[in-house]
């Protein structure tokens, strides 16, 4: 496996393009493009270049701003649809 391969990532069938090899721990991972995510090497598939779709950085940039909310816009949000919210403290 190498960058520019195209991967497909077996347990969720994610398909992207490495763009970072990385070995960490005795372990191998690989950065795919498309979910900007490093993925143990050994889970994952060579892909057919069929299965691999595109996006630009302007469109990947555009969909992960749009998803990020500050903890204040989801109280809001949580507070006008009449949500009860917790944030969990941990413990044991």
């Known amino acids: 496996m190498k960058v520019g391969d195209i991967c497909k990532y077996m347990p969720t069938s994610t398909v992207g393009k490495v ?5 960490r721990n ?3 991972w ?6 900007g ?4 090497v050994s889970l ?3 892909a ?3 299965e ?3 996006v630009s950085y302007k469109e990947r940039e555009r969909d992960r701003t749009q998803k990020v909310r500050s903890v204040e816009e989801f109280a809001k949000e949580a507070e006008d649809v ?4 917790f944030m969990p403290s941990g413990g044991g």
């Not at 763009?19 to 070995?23: G, K, L, V, Y």
């Not at 690989?30 to 979910?35: E, G, I, K, M």
């Not at 009449?82 to 919210?85: A, E, K, Q, V």
Request: aromatic share 12%.
């Open 19 to 23: 763009t970072d090899i990385a070995e």
């Open 26 to 28: 005795g372990k191998v």
């Open 30 to 35: 690989a950065l795919l493009d498309f979910t």
């Open 37 to 40: 995510l490093y993925y143990n």
């Open 44 to 46: 994952l598939a060579e």
């Open 48 to 50: 057919d270049i069929s």
């Open 52 to 54: 691999y779709k595109e």
């Open 82 to 85: 009449n949500i009860d919210m």
